[in-house]
């Protein structure tokens, strides 16, 4: 998607948050499917949930407090910018001050909206279904791509 703001994790910007088109989404989704085939399934998860996380009712306030206590505790285990991931201490933190029943069928809902978008995308299909039958699993990808937001991560170009 052109004209997208930096700072946003993996290189893209909420879909939703933007209100892009339908076709726009769509070939972030076709440009997505590469990555959804290849063993970087953390970033892949994280991506989907955070497009997907647009629908989840989250405030401000408390997703800056839960980031800043993750980043103390990225602080402990050294550089806080260094790459993340779904089992870093800092992902569960994140997870666990942010997670609501209300918020985590809200994430499920964005992701099988999603997954009507990605048909005839296997790949980013198949991390979608992964996604949608483990709840635990597409919360921490959310609560990555959250942190990963406010610490200002930046995806490689070929996302």
Request: glycine fraction near 6%.
């Amino acid at each position: 998607m052109n004209g997208e703001p930096k700072g946003s994790p993996f290189g893209l910007r909420a879909a939703y948050a933007l209100d892009v088109t339908a076709q726009e989404l769509r070939e972030w989704l076709e440009a997505l499917e590469p990555t959804a085939l290849s063993p970087r399934e953390d970033e892949t998860y994280a991506a989907l949930a955070f497009v997907a996380g647009q629908r989840v009712s989250l405030d401000d306030d408390d997703v800056r407090a839960a980031s800043r206590r993750a980043v103390f505790l990225l602080a402990t285990q050294g550089d806080p910018r260094l790459a993340l991931d779904l089992n870093d201490r800092a992902v569960h933190a994140v997870a666990r001050d942010l997670v609501t029943e209300e918020r985590q069928r809200e994430l499920l809902a964005g992701l099988s909206a999603l997954r009507t978008e990605a048909m005839g995308l296997p790949g980013v299909m198949g991390t979608i279904d992964r996604l949608l039958a483990d709840g635990d699993l597409a919360w921490r990808s959310l609560a990555l791509a959250i942190l990963a937001d406010e610490l200002g991560e930046d995806e490689p170009d070929d996302v």
